[in-house]
């Protein structure tokens, strides 16, 4: 299975950190899972405006073959100004709706106040419900100081849940394999 972990902004480094550890954990569990880091920084985004794939750039159309051909995500995001960052958005509304149409998804993000952990259960989540993902029941948020300075991650509980996470997500990948992505009803 091939599996897209998405660093879903373009400043800053905590969410490419954590996604590095949970590649880690993922690794030890299922060694045979086809891991692929996908920074949003690296690519050229423009905004979703409506008008058809094939004009959008090179850069646009690669991300959205990038989600097309995942059979599972891991969604790394910051919280910004109570939400997710804009860029985030835009790529999901780039996608087409049955793109992770049941294919399993687990959620980690990074903030600098203890309080917005909920952004993930009200806003986050919703919009992956839209997109009829599997989406494990538990994330991790990570707070800024489970960092050191170089962004290693120093908090044993912040390990322990992504450990969690990893093996409930694996969880899902399988029973992700059962399920048939073409549907009944054509919306
Ligand atoms: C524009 C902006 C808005 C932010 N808004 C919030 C916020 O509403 N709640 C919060 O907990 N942290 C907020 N933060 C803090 C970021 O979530 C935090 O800086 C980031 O996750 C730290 O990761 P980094 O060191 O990789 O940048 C904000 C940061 C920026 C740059």
Do not use: W
């Not at 979703?48 to 159309?61: A, F, I, S």
């Not at 989600?67 to 958005?89: C, H, R, W």
């Not at 993930?120 to 989540?125: A, F, R, V, W």
Request: charged letters at 25%.
């Amino acid at each position: 299975m091939k599996i897209l972990l998405v660093d879903g902004t373009i400043i800053g480094r905590k969410t490419g950190a954590i996604l590095e550890q949970v590649e880690m954990y993922l690794k030890e569990i299922a060694p045979d899972l086809e891991l692929k880091i996908l920074h949003l920084a690296d690519f050229d985004h423009q905004f979703v405006d409506g008008r058809p794939l094939g004009e959008y750039n090179e850069d646009m159309g690669e991300l959205v073959r990038r989600f097309e051909n995942a059979d599972g995500y891991i969604i790394a995001t910051p919280i910004f100004q109570g939400s997710i960052p804009g860029v985030l958005k835009n790529a999901f509304d780039l996608l087409h709706p049955r793109t992770m149409r049941y294919k399993p998804v687990s959620i980690v993000a990074n903030g600098g106040t203890y309080q917005h952990h909920l952004v993930i259960e009200n806003q986050l989540k919703p919009i992956l419900d839209y997109f009829r993902c599997l989406v494990t029941p538990n994330y991790v948020y990570t707070h800024t100081s489970h960092f050191d300075e170089t962004n290693a991650i120093v908090n044993e509980d912040v390990h322990d849940r992504l450990r969690e996470l990893a093996r409930v997500f694996i969880e899902y990948a399988n029973m992700s394999q059962h399920l048939s992505k073409e549907t009944i009803d054509k919306h």
